[in-house]
T-cell receptor
Framework: DTEVTQTPKHLVMGMTNKKSLKCEQHMGHRAMYWYKQKAKKPPELMFVYSYEKLSINESVPSRFSPECPNSSLLNLHLHALQPEDSALYLC???????????????FGPGTRLLVL | GQNIDQPTEMTATEGAIVQINCTYQTSGFNGLFWYQQHAGEAPTFLSYNVLDGLEEKGRFSSFLSRSKGYSYLLLKELQMKDSASYLCAVRRTGGFKTIFGAGTRLFVKA
């Protein structure tokens, strides 16, 4: 099983709304990520959780708030977003094999967010 | 600083072989990912190279030269469904930071 699931698939929200994106994986991966991807651009790293602790925050505005309730779940709480935050939000998880440093990183299908 | 370069677009013919190059300059290099991304979909993991050399997985192979800061993805027996963007991404040491190149859009024609 190499599946990362994300809900919802699509989300439309106003600038005053509060919403949450959810991500789940059952591969036992201990690193989980949020990326933002605009059309025809590569994914941009937002946050990384390692062993349920926030490891990287790429200077993301505080209107995006990540949460890792347990080793399988990752949330992204959204509040007071701007229209320019409209994008595809991708969750990913990865695991490193210690003996040869081989790594696999799998992406979820993403949540397509539109902020009006 | 860091810099990852890939060609913007490539076109190839069904059944042919195509090589997509990626050059990088980064401090603290750990390894290099290749992903395939179809329009409107999430990236799909293809490979991760840590050591120099060629790794083959079916029709797709990936090569890395750490000393030259160079990698390529080789696609054999091209099929129409291989039309997609191909992203190379550098994993830096000391954490989980991954930096993506801008991607190469591959068009496969009949």
């Amino acid at each position: 099983d190499t599946e990362v699931t994300q809900t919802p698939k699509h989300l439309v929200m106003g600038m005053t709304n509060k919403k949450s994106l959810k991500c789940e994986q059952h591969m036992g991966h201990r690193a989980m990520y949020w990326y933002k991807q605009k059309a025809k651009k590569p994914p941009e790293l937002m946050f990384v959780y390692s062993y349920e602790k926030l490891s990287i925050n790429e200077s993301v505005p505080s209107r995006f708030s990540p949460e890792c309730p347990n080793s399988s779940l990752l949330n992204l709480h959204l509040h007071a977003l701007q229209p320019e935050d409209s994008a595809l939000y991708l969750c990913a998880s990865s695991q490193v094999r210690r003996e040869d440093r081989q790594e696999t990183q799998y992406f979820g299908p993403g949540t397509r967010l539109l902020v009006l | 600083g860091q810099n990852i370069d890939q060609p913007t677009e490539m076109t190839a013919t069904e059944g042919a072989i195509v090589q997509i190059n990626c050059t990088y300059q980064t401090s603290g290099f750990n390894g290099l990912f290749w992903y395939q991304q179809h329009a409107g979909e999430a990236p799909t993991f293809l490979s991760y190279n840590v050591l120099d050399g060629l790794e083959e997985k079916g029709r797709f192979s990936s090569f890395l030269s750490r000393s030259k800061g160079y990698s390529y993805l080789l696609l054999k027996e091209l099929q129409m469904k291989d039309s997609a963007s191909y992203l190379c991404a550098v994993r830096r040491t000391g954490g989980f930071k991954t930096i993506f190149g801008a991607g190469t859009r591959l068009f496969v024609k009949a």
